[in-house]
C-alpha cells in the first residue's frame, strides 16, 4: 500500500489572472486616455507595460515553483554521471 502524497498547494497560479486581467480589463478604462507618453499612444504603452508585468509575474511563480520540490519533474534530481559527450 502506498503512503498518500500531501496535498500541493497551487494557490500562487491565481496571480496569472493579473496580466489578464491588466489587458482585457483595462481596456475600457485606457482606450480614450489622449495622453501621449513619449510620444506614443496610450493604450500602446499600457500594452508594453502589461508585457513587463506579465514577465514579472511569471518570474516570480517560476521562482516559488522551483523553491517547492513537489514541483520537480522527473530530470531534476538526476545527478551527472560523468557521461560527457
Known amino acids: 500500500m502506498t503512503a498518500a ?3 500541493v498547494s497551487r ?3 491565481w496571480l496569472l489572472l493579473i496580466p489578464f486581467l491588466w489587458q482585457i480589463g483595462g481596456i475600457p478604462l485606457v482606450n480614450d486616455i489622449a ?3 513619449f510620444s506614443l ?3 500602446m504603452v499600457w500594452q508594453m507595460t ?3 508585468i506579465t514577465s514579472l509575474v511569471i518570474a516570480f ?3 516559488i515553483d522551483r523553491r517547492h520540490p513537489e514541483f520537480e519533474g522527473p530530470d531534476d534530481n538526476a545527478s551527472d ?3 560527457a559527450a
Open 5 to 7: 502524497t500531501p496535498a
Open 81 to 83: 554521471t560523468g557521461n
Open 11 to 13: 494557490r500562487h497560479r
Open 35 to 37: 495622453w501621449r507618453p
Open 50 to 52: 502589461g508585457i513587463v
Open 61 to 63: 511563480i517560476f521562482s
Open 41 to 43: 499612444p496610450f493604450p
